[in-house]
């Protein structure tokens, strides 16, 4: 026991000496949670849209009061003729245009239906989907509060996000990717480069000719990054409150226990990859395009996974990340209890007991 | 007959803030001359090579190498000098060919004198049979015959060798100074860098550095006979034992 | 005997590493590998230390096997690998209070064993270790393998890299490590350091050439070797080359090693010759041989 605490000890010693490293375990997961809250939020404020209303009755008036009245859009203009909307586009302030069809109440009263056409600048797609994300739930909102069963004939795809976030706050919705990846990050990246780098300098050679054994040289490479880990998670989830005002309604404690759950995942991600990459260069590589990579684009943080092509639905479930950003979504936005969230939990436990299984087979007792 | 000086430094000194990593050293090296520059590591030798070769600015003194001044003139010192070291030497990932024929690009070669030297440098190397194998794959020795070889493709006045025979074996190291030697009596000069104390006894002349002085300027013959010892190796644990 | 390998041969993918290496290290023995680089000493260390499995042949350290019984001979050995491997980021104490906890051991326990060596870097004993010279990082290197008191030190080029004075001192420093009863096993790539090793084995190419006492290999050397200068380098070992009674020469320093085919050699003879080539300032004597003569004729 006196062994590995001096391992440990060890360990602690080259992190808080490294700045480099202490300031990607550190000063990134505030730069980055800082960077999406303010910057690459998907949220819109003040979005100068037009109005093209062929029925200009007492539905449509309210509808388009009620959207003016959101601090999401401002209307710009109002648009007489169909011909003048690619005109109000191409001076570029117009980012959308609600077409409202002809005896939009008339419709709504007798055929139970009434279309409003949206069309956006898909210049830039996100915003372009935002917009749609917005104006949708306003409608909806319309709808529900009118209650009294309006159709509305276009396609709603009301997005999770919009009914658990109806503040529509983009930067709640980055929090649990964010947390991933900074988990990940640190978690696997930072692993695999502190063994890899005793396999660089040769001091890999002597821990192996003593009477070290290798699951106390892991562990003790682990242990310091499982805390740190969770210093991180807290951290993270601590701005995400208290600076962005985030309501976490699920239980923290199974929050917590999720993330060491997923810590634990990604470790044993990069003791697998320290035990192919003979270079801290190439276990640096093989952590960004290996595990970065697939998260930020398989798991759902950015794109959602419901609209990827089938086969990249397919692969998307054997990332990790997937699975993680489903619970702690559950957990954080909806307040799901472990009730729901468990398949997700019994796969992530399968898929980290896979991992250090085959580690474990992989890591070597000798040079080759 | 006197032979004309290719390297002259006199007062060169190179400070780093507080720290003197060379204090005002002087030597000249003459036309043809195999030059041993010795010194412990940290003794100040590599930064001393740098500003010969152009790469790092003086604090103070003069020095002239191939006539050419260290502080304004270092494109011309460029041109007219070659370099081999242990560490960086030839691309292992590219062939025999290929490596001559890149170094001798970046040299500013013409392709018809690039194709001669080549075809020269293989025969003289006895290379002919493994010209289109991959560098990575000779044995140590040969690599640095070749890239000795290499280093004087555009006939540079002066060649730098930084520790060339570290770990050679010993038939391939007397391989490598007979190559000195052929290059030395053409009229190149040879400026070989090392911490080998037995490589210095090679050297037609040799300067021993210590904590960025020199301390020591003579033929091995004429120091070993000054300290009483019979190798090089113990002038330098004579002369260190002197500055303690 | 505390070190034996029997036939051990290694090869990685198509490269034979060490092919049918045998030799012997007695307890108490201070032996020294000695050859080029690449000719297959770090693999034979990585052999003895249990890091790498032979292909062929057996090998016992302390009288434990180097495959079946790895994980005894990782408790009872030292081993400094080719690169002083240390944390750079750790100052010299807390590297060796490191290597002493991960054999269960403490500074203290061991102190006697490397006193004279840890007291000449005890004064910098808060500095990191990536910012000693080569020197003091070979020494540091060497406490830390000898923390735990082993019975056989592996030592795989340790004075590589090092200046002439501390190359010096860490001979000294085995000589005395040997008097307390360590079998040392060390190789380096330095001809001149093989006389200071009780027994050597020189190797090239993953094949031993000779093994015995340096007097002995030396002695065994079959020629007279004539040290010969002239006042130009290039055109003497030129002139030698194509003399007819040639047997070998090589530049030796500021002379070249000259041997003669014949048994019944004149001294006078060759200097005329070398006079009618066109050198002056001739200069023949006999002289001894030594390792690096005997080394190469036996690669020959």
Known sequence: MKR????????????????????????????????????????INNVDIAILDHSKDATTEEIINKISASKYFTIKQIIVREADIEAAFKKGKIKAVLNFEKDFSKNLIKEKKATIQIITDATDPNTANSITNYINAILQNYQQSKNKGIQIDYQIVPQTRMVYNPELK?????????????????????????????????????????????????IGKVVPYIFLSVVNASVIVLLSIFIFKMPVVGSLFLLGAESVL????????????????????????????????????????IFPVSSMPIPLQIISNIIPAKWFIIIIKGIMLKGVGVTYVWKETVILIGMTLFFIGLSVKKYKIRLE | MKKENVIEANQLT????????????SFEVKKGEIFGFLGANGAGKTTAMKMLIGISKPSSGTAKVAGFDVYSQTESIKKNIGYMSQKFALYDDLTVKENITFFGGIYGLSRKKIKEKRTQLISELGLENISNKLVGSLPLGWKQKLSFSVSLLHEPKIVFLD????????????????????????????????????????????????????????TPKKLKEQFKVESMNDVFLKLARNIE | MSISLSNISKSYKKVKAVQNISFYVKPGELFGLIGPDGGGKTTIFRILTTLLIPDSGTA?????????????????????????????????????TFFATIFGTTIEENYDLIEDIYVQIAPFKDRRAGKLSGGMKQKLALCCALIHKPKVLFLDEPTTGVDPVSRKEFWEMLKRLQKKGITILVSTPYMDEAALCDRIALIQDGEILDIDTPNA??????????????????????????????????PFGEFVHYTDKRDSFEVVDLKSYLEKEGLTDIHIESTQANIEDAFMELAK
């Open chain 1, 4 to 43: 590995f605490i001096g391992f440990i000890k060890k360990e602690f010693y080259h992190i808080f000496r490294d700045k480099r490293s202490l300031f990607i375990l550190f000063g990134m997961p505030i730069a980055q949670i800082l960077l999406f809250g303010f910057a690459i939020t998907n949220e």
């Open chain 1, 170 to 218: 983009g930067v709640f919705m980055f929090v649990p990717g964010v947390m991933t990846i900074i988990l990940m990050l640190v978690s696997a990246m930072m692993t695999s480069i502190s063994i890899t780098r005793e396999k660089e300098l040769g001091t890999m050679e002597i821990l192996l000719v003593s009477p070290l054994k290798p699951f106390q040289v892991i």
């Open chain 1, 262 to 301: 997923f810590i634990i995942t990604s470790l044993a991600l990069g003791i697998l990859i320290s035990t192919i990459a003979e270079t801290q260069q190439a276990a640096m590589m093989i952590s960004l395009m290996g595990l970065m990579l697939p998260v930020i684009l398989l798991s759902g943080f």
């Open chain 2, 14 to 25: 190179k400070t780093f803030g507080d720290f003197t990593a060379v204090n005002a050293i």
């Open chain 2, 163 to 218: 520790e060339p025979t570290g770990g050679v074996d010993p038939i391939t190291r007397r391989h490598f100074w007979e190559m000195i030697y052929k290059a030395a009596h053409q009229g190149t000069t040879i400026f070989v860098t090392t911490h080998y104390m037995d490589e210095a006894e090679y050297c037609d002349r040799v300067s021993i550095m210590v904590e960025g002085k020199i301390e020591a300027l003579d």
């Open chain 3, 60 to 96: 016992t350290v302390a009288g434990f096997d180097v495959v079946k019984d790895y994980k005894a001979i990782r408790k009872s050995v030292g081993y400094m690998p080719g690169r002083f491997s240390l944390y750079q980021d750790l100052t010299v104490e807390e590297n060796l």
């Open chain 3, 217 to 250: 290999i030396v002695s065994k050397f079959p020629k007279t070797i004539y040290n010969v200068g002239a006042n130009n380098m290039y055109k003497l070992i030129k002139a030698l080359q194509h003399y007819e009674h040639l047997y070998s020469v090589f």
